[in-house]
C-alpha cells in the first residue's frame, strides 16, 4: 500500500506516484469537506481529480470528482457457444456489420429512448435539450478513446463473452460542465451542498446519466448478440450479464459515518460484488468479486489505466509496434487512427491485478478475440 503524506488518502498502486499525481491527490486531501480518498492500482492524473480516485466527503458533491462520462461502465455477457464458433469469417463480418448496428458517434436518425429515461426530466431546459437532441442520435452508440466491444475468450472453459465500455455520451460533460459553471470552477475544486437545491439537482441529473448509460449498453448489447446469431447461430445467456459503472456519486455508510463517494475511474466492490476490470486493447481482462476492503472505502479499479498521454503514445509507437502487439486479435485496420490506444500505452493489466489483490478476486480471465473501437 503506497504511503501520502496525508493520513485521509490510502493508494494501492503498482508503481511509485509521480510527483504530479502525488500533488494532486495532496490537494484534494486539503479539502476540509474530503473524509478519505483510495487511490485505485490504474489511477493516473487528469484534471482536478485523477482517474482512479474514490473520494468520500462529508456534506459536499463534487462534479469534478465523477467526472465528464457520468454513468461509464461495464457490461459482459456469455454466449451459448465456445470462442471457436468466431472464426475469421465470423469476426470480419461482425466488424463491418458492427459499424451499421452499434456505431461510434451518432445515429443516422433519433431512437426512442427507453419509457423510464423518456419520463424524466433534467434540473435546467439547457440540459434537457442536450437530452432531447443528442441523446436521442447517441444513444446506443459506442463512443471514442477507450471505448469498445470486444468479443472474448473465456480461459476457464472457453465460453464465448461480450464485454461492452461505454458511458453517458454527451449527455455526462454537459450535466458535469453546467453544475461546474454554477460554481464558477476556474482552477479550484469546488463542491455543492449535497442537501442544497443545487446539489439535489446535480444528484437527479447525474442519477439521469447514469440509467441513460446502462440503458445505452443493453441496447448495444440486444443489437451485437442479434447480429452474432445471425453470422454464428449463437445465442445470448442473459442469466450471465455482469454490469458495474464506474463514474458515478451516491451515499454509503462506512462505518458509522455516512459519506458521499465519488467514484471517478473505480467500481463498486462490496463484499462479493461482481464487476469487469477490462485490459486495454489486445490484452487480458478480468471477471472479478469485491472483497468489501474498508480501506479501500469497498472499491477497485476500472481498468488498466494509461501510463503514457495520448500524445506520448502516438509520438512513441509506431504502427508495426501497434500490429505486432494485437497479434491474434481481430479489429479493423485504420492506419494509425488506434495506435493511441495500444496495449504499451496501458499500465500491465496483470500488475494492477496484483495490487488490487486485497480488493477483489479475480474469478474468470477473458482473451480477446475481436475488439472494435472508435477513434
Not at 218 to 223: A, C, K, N, T
Not at 270 to 298: C, I, K, Q, W, Y
Amino acid at each position: 500500500m503506497s504511503r501520502f503524506r496525508s493520513d485521509k488518502v490510502r493508494a494501492w498502486l503498482p508503481e511509485p506516484p509521480s510527483a504530479e499525481l502525488r500533488a494532486s491527490v495532496e490537494r484534494l486531501a486539503r479539502l476540509e469537506d474530503v473524509r478519505r480518498i483510495a487511490l485505485m492500482p490504474d489511477a493516473h492524473v487528469a484534471n482536478h481529480v485523477c482517474v482512479g480516485a474514490v473520494v468520500a466527503t462529508a456534506e459536499r458533491v463534487y462534479p469534478d470528482a465523477v467526472g465528464g462520462d457520468i454513468g461509464c461502465g461495464m457490461l459482459a455477457a456469455r454466449f451459448d457457444a465456445c470462442a471457436d464458433a468466431v472464426d475469421e469469417r465470423v469476426a470480419l463480418r461482425f466488424l463491418e456489420k458492427l459499424r451499421s448496428e452499434v456505431p461510434t458517434n451518432r445515429r443516422p436518425s433519433r431512437v426512442e429512448l427507453p419509457a423510464h429515461l423518456d419520463a424524466q426530466r433534467l434540473s435546467e431546459p439547457v440540459l434537457q435539450r442536450v437530452l432531447d437532441r443528442d441523446g436521442r442520435v447517441q444513444f446506443g452508440t459506442l463512443g471514442r478513446g477507450n471505448h469498445f466491444l470486444e468479443l472474448q475468450e473465456a480461459g476457464d472453459d472457453g465460453s464465448l463473452w461480450v464485454m461492452i465500455h461505454s458511458g453517458s455520451r454527451a449527455l455526462g460533460p454537459a450535466i458535469r460542465n453546467h453544475h461546474s459553471k454554477m460554481l464558477g470552477v476556474g482552477n479550484r475544486l469546488l463542491g455543492l451542498e449535497a442537501s442544497s437545491d443545487a446539489g439535489k439537482a446535480y444528484l437527479r441529473d447525474a442519477t439521469l446519466a447514469v440509467e441513460y448509460a446502462e440503458a445505452s449498453r443493453r441496447f448495444m448489447l440486444e443489437r451485437a448478440s442479434a447480429l452474432l446469431e445471425n453470422l454464428a447461430g449463437v445465442r445470448l445467456d442473459e442469466d450471465s450479464t455482469i454490469s458495474c459503472v464506474h463514474n458515478f456519486v451516491r451515499l454509503e455508510a462506512h462505518g458509522d459515518d455516512l459519506l458521499w463517494v465519488h467514484r471517478k475511474g473505480a467500481a463498486s466492490a462490496d463484499d462479493g460484488e461482481t464487476a469487469v476490470v477490462p485490459g486495454s486493447m489486445g490484452s487480458t481482462s478480468f471477471h472479478v468479486a469485491g472483497r468489501g476492503n474498508p480501506d479501500a472505502l469497498r472499491s477497485s479499479s476500472h481498468g488498466a489505466g494509461r501510463c503514457m498521454s495520448r500524445t506520448e503514445a502516438r509520438r512513441r509507437i509506431t504502427l508495426g509496434q501497434f500490429e505486432e502487439e494485437m497479434a491474434g486479435v481481430w479489429f479493423e485496420r485504420r492506419g494509425e487512427a488506434l495506435v493511441d490506444e495500444a496495449p504499451s500505452a496501458y499500465k500491465p493489466i496483470r500488475d494492477v491485478m496484483r495490487a488490487q489483490k486485497a480488493l477483489t478476486k479475480i474469478v474468470r480471465r477473458l482473451t480477446p478475440l475481436v475488439a472494435y473501437k472508435g477513434t
